[in-house]
T-cell receptor
């Protein structure tokens, strides 16, 4: 199993550009989530999904959009990038929505918005 | 407000020594508490998971404790190694979400 994969690893955007961060897992996990990690702050939840076709907002959803058309994929879209979205983004998955089992993280995407 | 606080913010210890990291939380309704290790430039990796009824859980040289009454947890690292240098994050789950502490940055020096 590849686990949780994320692409790209690094990205530089100009203010106002849009892009999609890709996330995929091959473990048939039900629950997937996106976090951002900024210096001096804990990981903050952007959006999460408890199954295909179901998504919900986390703590910091503004400026981001998600969809979950398949169990495997959970892309994160930046609609109009802003410098405040410069961060490291992590995708994670859990076997199910009870969140009792191990959470698996991807390697992260480093995003710089100029 | 659901919060997870960790102390100390950073810690430097000599190789071979023990250390203890602290976590206080105000998350409700509590489901479980985890400790993660995050190496620089990588995603977090789970070390331990404890439910409300568990008060200690070990994973090799890592031992986590949980006091659900006082809402405190600790992570004890025994006989530290250079590879233990990382950020250690306390995470509490409630409902459909995880709540993350800001982490303790541990540096182990020879």
């Amino acid at each position: 199993n590849a686990g949780v994969t994320q692409t790209p690893k690094f990205q530089v955007l100009k203010t106002g550009q849009s892009m999609t961060l890709q996330c995929a897992q091959d473990m048939n996990h039900e629950y997937m989530s996106w976090y951002r990690q900024d210096p001096g702050m804990g990981l903050r939840l952007i959006h999460y999904s408890v199954g295909a076709g179901i998504t919900d907002q986390g703590e910091v959803p503004n400026g981001y959009n998600v969809s979950r058309s398949t169990t495997e994929d959970f892309p994160l879209r930046l609609l109009s990038a802003a410098p405040s979205q410069t961060s490291v983004y992590f995708c994670a998955s859990n076997p199910d929505r009870t969140l009792q089992e191990t959470q698996y993280f991807g390697p992260g995407t480093r995003l710089l918005v100029l | 407000k659901n919060q997870v606080e960790q102390s100390p913010q950073s810690l430097i210890i000599l190789e071979g020594k023990n250390c203890t990291l602290q976590c206080n939380y105000t998350v409700s309704p509590f489901s479980n508490l985890r400790w993660y290790k995050q190496d620089t430039g990588r995603g977090p990796v789970s070390l331990t998971i404890m439910t409300f009824s568990e008060n200690t859980k070990s994973n090799g040289r890592y031992t986590a404790t949980l006091d659900a009454d006082t809402k405190q947890s600790s992570l004890h690292i025994t006989a530290s190694q250079l590879s233990d240098s990382a950020s250690y994050i306390c995470v509490v789950s409630a409902g459909n979400q995880f709540y993350f502490g800001t982490g303790t940055s541990l540096t182990v020096i020879p």
